[in-house]
Structure formats: C-alpha cells, structure tokens
C-alpha cells in the first residue's frame, strides 16, 4: 500500500486473504460477491487496522482486523465520487443526489466523496442502493469550518437532498475525528466528536487537533 488507510476507504482484499475468525455464516459469501470491506473508526491492534463487511441485509455487519499484507487496493471517497455508475441505476435519487451537491460542496476548496451504500455500490458495482436510500458522504476538514458557513453549506445540501427526493448525511472528517454537520450547524451547541478512543462532547472539534 502507498498511503495509510483511513475512516470510510473501501479495501479491496487480495485473493489469498485467509477468512476472518469467528466470522458469522453470511461473511464469506458477502466477500466472495464483493471482496470489500470498509475501513472502522477505532484502534488498531498490532498493525492490523479495524475493517468491516456488510452483507445483504440491513443487520449484516461484521466487525473485525486485518492485516495490510492482505490488501489489494485503497478506494477513498475523493476516488468513488468520479466513478460513474451504472447507467440503468444513475438515476436512483442518492445517485442523483451525487451529482448534484458537487456544485454545492466544491466552492469551499474541500476533499470529499460519498460513503456508506451510495460509496460501497460504486467501488464493487454491486447493487446495493435502493430508491429509499440515503446518501452518505464524507468532508475532509482539515482547519476549522466556520459555523456560519457550515450552517450555509447544511442548508444548501438538505435543500438538494429534498429536490432528490431523498435525505444526506453529511460527516466532517477532521485530521484524527468526525462530527455530524448538522450537529456542527446549530448554533451555541456542543457536536458528538467521533475518535477511534470513542465518543466526546465538544465546542470546538479542532481543538488539539
């Protein structure tokens, strides 16, 4: 691997990874249809970096290690958002929700991409959304992000998402955590920040950044 895994990338395992222990029955036929797993937030154990599977069903989620050597590729979010999906399903409305808040989101100078179901669909070409389904997306926030113009920016995308007929979930990645931004875009209120140690209250989620 070239660069360090992070939150939200999508791994592509090798042929020759070995099967994860005490994994659940639905695991190996959910890799052996789309050999993906997402990367978590929480700590490492030894070089192994935490990763999970998601199956069919909406409960199937499997949490567990892995170890670099069995990596084939890196897929970020910044990489999925200028992978064009398949023609017969661009029009599902999380996909045409993509498309759409790129104008929103790139005036602010910021990495981002899409996540959750809407990034899993476009790494493995797997369908895995549906027309109920909403899209994830990630924003690279490496400085603080005023909240007024968080606020703005939260506007515009749940005003985007309802002309999509559907809804977005918006998470600022900062250099070591995550928050919600429609958390971070009320004002006067403290945002859950998300470390891979666990959870915190906080005012301002770069500090000690």
């Known amino acids: 691997m070239n660069r360090t895994p992070r939150p939200h990338d999508l791994l592509r395992l090798a042929p020759a990874a070995p099967p994860f222990a005490d994994a659940p029955a639905w695991v190996a036929p959910a890799l052996a249809r789309a050999p993906f797993v997402v990367v978590r937030r929480a700590p490492r154990t030894g070089d192994a970096m935490p990763v999970g599977v998601r199956g069919v069903a909406r409960n199937e989620r ?62 493995s070409a797997m369908p895995t959304l549906t027309r109920d389904s909403d899209l994830d997306i990630v924003v690279r926030a490496p400085t603080a992000l005023p909240r007024d113009e968080a606020a703005a920016l939260f506007d515009a995308l749940s005003h985007a998402a309802q002309e999509a007929g559907t809804r977005i979930d918006a998470q ?15 004002p006067n209120l403290r945002v859950m920040l998300r ?3 666990g959870p915190r209250l906080v005012i301002d989620p770069w500090a000690g950044a």
């Not at 949490?63 to 970020?76: K, Q, S």
């Not at 992978?83 to 929103?104: C, F, G, K, N, T």
Request: net charge negative; no cysteine.
């Open 62 to 123: 499997f949490g567990t290690w892995i170890e670099p050597r069995w990596i084939d590729a890196i897929l970020t979010p910044e990489d999925l958002r200028t992978r064009e999906p398949d023609p017969l399903r661009a029009a599902l409305p999380a996909l045409a929700l993509l498309r759409a808040v790129a104008s929103i989101i790139d005036p602010h100078g910021v990495d981002w991409g899409p996540t959750g179901s809407a990034g899993f669909e476009l790494a």
């Open 172 to 186: 600022i990645e900062t250099p070591d955590a995550a928050f919600s931004l429609a958390e971070f875009a009320r």
């Open 195 to 197: 470390h891979a140690d």
